[in-house]
């Protein structure tokens, strides 16, 4: 069983041992200070020697396992251990920035539950079992970046099941925990007890600063909590201030106005896009359709129009046997072509005027769409699709 000398400091980062065993580049050793992983943290990385070590875990067995490709060692070798430090230190310190901000949201949603953690060197967030606000956020850091300047002390416990205190007041889930194996209890200061067997600096001021920078949904986990801890934390938040400064200038507004301001640019802008919508519509109902050999054609393009409403019109026309030709300019041209008659070929005619323009389509002979990337040429495509359908139905 290896030695896991982590679970004592997890400063220490260097150290000897012995190799125990080997697999092809996996390596066992008597003792380690490589953190396996756990609890949401990734793994350490570092080397033995001078052979990198990609990856440590543990094998069920009492073992941790690391994974030296192209290695030599053999059974009995003694072996120089070196963790990677920076990125250690890094993955400490977001596994107790991830305690402190999770005790910190509770405080302002009591019956917030986590649903999941991770924590690794390009991303640290925490996934929590629904929606918080972003005023419950503002509070929550408040009261966490004070705890960092409190430089609170960061300590580990051991409790048993029967311990009143356990359920009291350490965040737990038993079910997860074999009976009769010890139970870790991580406390940051009196404010948050939890149970984690992860690894954590020493005090509170070790992390400098704690930022979340993002929510995103997480499907039915709930919400994800991205979040940011030392330097990067900092970096982060200067970049957030200056990108919100530019805003409120762009918006014309205050700092404090700028969520007021966007909403209402927001509506502003879906009442125009409804109306929009309407006066597509309109102009679509309005077109007078030109008799080619029999079959009415109707044609037009209209600035700004949704590719939907384009559909919507053109099946109309379909359904009544004509055929449709509309095209909408925007930052780019849209082309949709619907046909009730067998003469005019959609897919065909569509596709092969949109390749002359450097564009592209697709559909089927009585449904066809696409565009092209050049919005100045929208009337001039319309002009060449209408060409081709006269030569179809003549």
């Known amino acids: 069983m290896t030695e896991e000398l982590f679970r004592h400091d997890g400063y220490q980062f260097e150290f000897q041992a012995q190799v125990a065993s080997t697999d092809g580049e996996l390596v066992v050793l008597d003792r380690t200070a490589?953190?396996?992983?756990?609890?949401?943290?990734?793994?350490?990385?570092?080397?033995?020697?001078?052979?990198?070590?990609?990856?440590?875990?543990?094998?069920?067995?009492?073992?941790?396992?690391?994974?030296?490709?192209?290695?030599?060692?053999?059974?009995?070798?003694?072996?120089?251990?070196?963790?990677?430090?920076?990125?250690?230190?890094?993955?400490?310190?977001?596994?107790?920035?991830?305690?402190?901000?999770?005790?910190?949201?509770?405080?302002?949603?009591?019956?917030?539950?986590?649903?999941?953690?991770?924590?690794?060197?390009?991303?640290?967030?925490?996934?929590?079992?629904?929606?918080?606000?972003?005023?419950?956020?503002?509070?929550?850091?408040?009261?966490?970046?004070?705890?960092?300047?409190?430089?609170?002390?960061?300590?580990?416990?051991?409790?048993?099941?029967?311990?009143?205190?356990?359920?009291?007041?350490?965040?737990?889930?038993?079910?997860?925990?074999?009976?009769?194996?010890?139970?870790?209890?991580?406390?940051?200061?009196?404010?948050?007890?939890?149970?984690?067997?992860?690894?954590?600096?020493?005090?509170?001021?070790?992390?400098?600063?704690?930022?979340v920078d993002r929510k995103v949904s997480a499907g039915k986990d709930g919400v994800a909590i991205h979040f940011k801890v030392g330097d990067a934390a900092a970096y982060s938040a200067t970049e957030l201030a200056v990108t919100c400064l530019e805003a409120t200038e762009a918006a014309d507004s205050k700092p404090e106005d700028i969520v007021r301001a966007v909403s209402n640019m927001k509506k502003e802008l879906e009442y125009a896009r409804a109306s929009l919508k309407d006066s597509a519509r309109a102009l679509f109902s309005s077109v007078r359709p030109k008799d080619i050999n029999g079959t009415e054609v109707y044609s037009a393009a209209v600035f700004g129009a949704e590719r939907t409403v384009m559909a919507d019109a053109a099946e109309k026309v379909k359904a009544a046997g004509g055929v449709a030709i509309f095209v909408s300019s925007g930052e780019t041209v849209s082309a949709v072509m619907a046909s009730g008659s067998a003469g005019a070929d959609c897919r065909s005619v569509l596709t092969d005027v949109l390749v002359r323009f450097g564009g592209r389509g697709g559909g089927k002979p009585d449904f066809a769409q696409g565009g092209i990337p050049c919005p100045e040429k929208a009337a001039e495509l319309l002009r060449a699709l209408e060409e081709e359908v006269a030569k179809s139905l003549s």
């Open 34 to 211: 490589f953190y396996p992983g756990g609890g949401g943290q990734v793994c350490d990385t570092g080397t033995l020697n001078d052979d990198r070590v990609t990856e440590a875990f543990c094998d069920g067995n009492g073992d941790v396992v690391h994974r030296v490709p192209g290695h030599r060692f053999v059974p009995g070798d003694r072996v120089w251990g070196s963790v990677d430090w920076d990125r250690r230190f890094d993955l400490m310190m977001g596994h107790t920035a991830e305690h402190l901000l999770f005790g910190s949201l509770r405080r302002q949603v009591p019956d917030l539950e986590i649903s999941k953690i991770f924590i690794s060197p390009e991303s640290k967030y925490v996934i929590v079992s629904k929606d918080v606000s972003w005023e419950d956020i503002r509070k929550a850091l408040v009261f966490a970046n004070a705890a960092i300047r409190e430089n609170l002390t960061v300590t580990r416990i051991v409790m048993s099941r029967d311990d009143p205190d356990l359920l009291d007041k350490v965040r737990i889930k038993l079910d997860r925990i074999p009976e009769g194996e010890e139970i870790s209890v991580v406390a940051i200061g009196d404010i948050d007890y939890s149970a984690c067997s992860g690894i954590h600096v020493m005090e509170t001021s070790e992390l400098g600063m704690l930022l």
